[in-house]
C-alpha cells in the first residue's frame, strides 16, 4: 500500500513537472489562457482556405509567413510606394513545412516579389536548425522554379523579449539561425534584410519600444521594417 503511495506522488509528481514545463514554454499562463481561448489550429486552416478562395493576382508583391506577416496591414503600408498589388499571405504559428505546403498557392499569382520570414515558431517547438536550413532551401528552390523572375528576399526572424514575456526561445537560437538563414541567401545570390539588429536593444532583446507583448511588433517596428525594405520596391 505504501508502495504503491509512492509511486503515485512520483507519478504526479512527473505530471506536475511536465505540465509545468509546458506553460513555460507557452509562455506563462496569462499565455496559456489566451491560447485556450483562440483556437489557432482553426485560425489556420480558415485563413489558408480563404488564401486559395481568392482570385490570382498577377505579378504580386507576397509577403509570406508567420504571425509577424500577417499582424501588418502591408497593402495600405506600402500604398504610397508602389503601384503593384500587395498581398499579405501571414499566418499565425506558421512554420517553414506550413510555408512548404502553401506554395502553390503563393506561385499562381506569379509573384514578382516574395519576402519570406518564418522559423520563429520552428525554434519555439524545437525543431532542428539544419532541418529549418532543408526547407528553407526547398521553399526558394520551388518559388524560383514556378517564378524564375521573381525576386526572393529574406527577412531575417526577429529577436524576442523574455523580459516582458516568457516566449519559449532565446535570443542566441534565433542570432544561430539568422546566421544560417544569410547564408542561405548568399548561397543562393538572393538579398537578405537584417531587422534583427534594427529591432534589437543594446542587450540583443526585441526593443520595448517595438513590442508590447515580447514577440510581435506594434505600429513603430513595423514602420522600421518598412523603411528597411523601400530600397527593394524600386
Known amino acids: 500500500m505504501r508502495k504503491t503511495l509512492v509511486f503515485s506522488l512520483l507519478l504526479n509528481s512527473l505530471l506536475a513537472g511536465t505540465i509545468g ?24 486552416d480558415h485563413r489558408a482556405s480563404l488564401f486559395k478562395r481568392m482570385a490570382p493576382v498577377d505579378n504580386a508583391i507576397i ?38 505546403r502553401r506554395l502553390p498557392e503563393i506561385n499562381r499569382h506569379h509573384p514578382s516579389k516574395v519576402f519570406l520570414c518564418v522559423g520563429i515558431n520552428d525554434l519555439i517547438f524545437d525543431r ?24 526572393i528576399i529574406i527577412t531575417s526572424v526577429l529577436p ?21 538563414l544569410q547564408q542561405i541567401a548568399r548561397s543562393f545570390a538572393i538579398p537578405y534584410v537584417d531587422l534583427a539588429t534594427q529591432l534589437s536593444d543594446k542587450n540583443g532583446n526585441l526593443s520595448e519600444l517595438f513590442t508590447a507583448d ?4 506594434n505600429a513603430d517596428g513595423y514602420t522600421m521594417w518598412k523603411r528597411a525594405i523601400l530600397p527593394f520596391l524600386k
Open 21 to 44: 514545463y509546458m506553460v513555460l514554454r507557452l509562455g506563462g499562463l496569462k499565455y496559456v489562457f489566451y491560447r485556450l481561448g483562440h483556437n489557432e489550429a482553426g485560425l489556420y
Open 128 to 151: 532542428s536548425y539544419h532541418d529549418i536550413e532543408l526547407k528553407y532551401h526547398e521553399i526558394i528552390r520551388n518559388l524560383r522554379t514556378a517564378n524564375p523572375s521573381a525576386q
Open 63 to 100: 509577403f509570406l509567413g508567420d504571425s509577424q506577416i500577417e499582424q501588418c496591414e502591408w497593402q495600405e503600408m506600402l500604398s504610397n510606394n508602389t503601384k503593384i498589388p500587395v498581398l499579405n499571405r501571414g499566418i499565425t504559428g506558421d512554420q517553414v513545412e506550413g510555408i512548404s
Open 214 to 217: 515580447g514577440i510581435h511588433l
Open 160 to 180: 524576442v523579449n523574455n523580459e516582458v514575456r516568457r516566449i519559449g526561445v532565446e535570443n542566441s537560437q534565433i542570432y544561430e539561425l539568422n546566421v544560417r
